[in-house]
Every structure is written in structure tokens, then in C-alpha cells.
């Protein structure tokens, strides 16, 4: 192998390794950002948030639940604008009960980068407590896509499949914050 063809070959390990570091780190923000309280340091509310989130996502973005029990859940957006919608109808109209804890973890990640595209796949787990003291535990396959753009990796689709929910005892967690300052001043 030539030195020229052998530094081509690194450049191109190198830049898939980038990829796959910002699309971690995307994913990541995006599981962040979901989280309640939200630890988004600033983060006037829950709108803002919602700006936060769509950010993430390419204008011709899709955001879909599948399979028997998220098909009817939560449905497809597609575009800016719908996935802003979809996610007002999480924080933007008052639930009750209200959610007080919600937290993701990411786990079984694979992902696949292929010039300026790339798929992920994770399972992800999320504690639930509401005000009523309900509580659950749920579970999802992501099956995503991405996309790099002028301003860095997008993510272009958000597909999202159960695998379980379980309820969790009532009151499950005894200590928790009402509002994280985890990235204040």
C-alpha cells in the first residue's frame, strides 16, 4: 500500500470516527433535552425546550412511533414545524398528572456511517413518576437517521418502537429534584 493511499485510508477511519462521535453526542442532547426536570442550564421553559429539540432535527426530519403499541400513541411528524407540535403535546398543555421525573439511558448502540448519512440504533430505558405517585418504567428500540449538513450532523429521522412498559410501585423514588441545576452557573 503507497503512503498516499495509506493516509487516504486514515483520513477516511478518521472521519468516520468524527461521525460517529458528533452523531453519539446528538442522540445523546436530544435524550438530554427530554429528560424531567429538564438540566438544560436557561431553559426559560418549556417552549424554549421545544426549540431546543427541533434544532437537532433537518427540516425534512421525521419523528415516528411504531409497531402495535406506539402507531396509535404517538403517530408521524414530519418537517419542523410538526415535530414542534408533537412535542407540545408532551410539555406545551398542561398534563394530569403531571410528570416530575422522567430520565433516559441509552444502551445496545450501533452506529453505521456512510459518507455524509448514518443509521443508529440503540434501546433505550426511561423511569416515569407523575404527581398522582403513579409511576412506570418503559422501554423502546430507536431505529434513527442522520444526515451532515453545512452546520454539522441533523438527525432526519426519529423512529421509535416499544419493547415494554412496566408499572413501577407507586412513589418509587423517594428523592428527587424538582428542577436540575446540574449545568448552572
Known sequence: MSEETTLASLVQRIDVLEAEAEIRRLQA???FLCDTPCPEFAVRD???RIDLIVELYAEDAVWEGVGEYYDNQFGRAEGHEAIREHFRRFWGEKQEPA??????YLTSEQIYVDGDNATGQ????QPWLFSDGTSLLRSSRLNNSFRKTGGGWKITRTRTENVFIAPLSDAFASDYPSASVLMGP
Open 122 to 125: 440503540w434501546i433505550h430505558m
Open 46 to 48: 418549556d417552549a424554549h
Open 99 to 104: 410528570l416530575l421525573l422522567n430520565a433516559h
Open 29 to 31: 442532547r436530544y435524550m
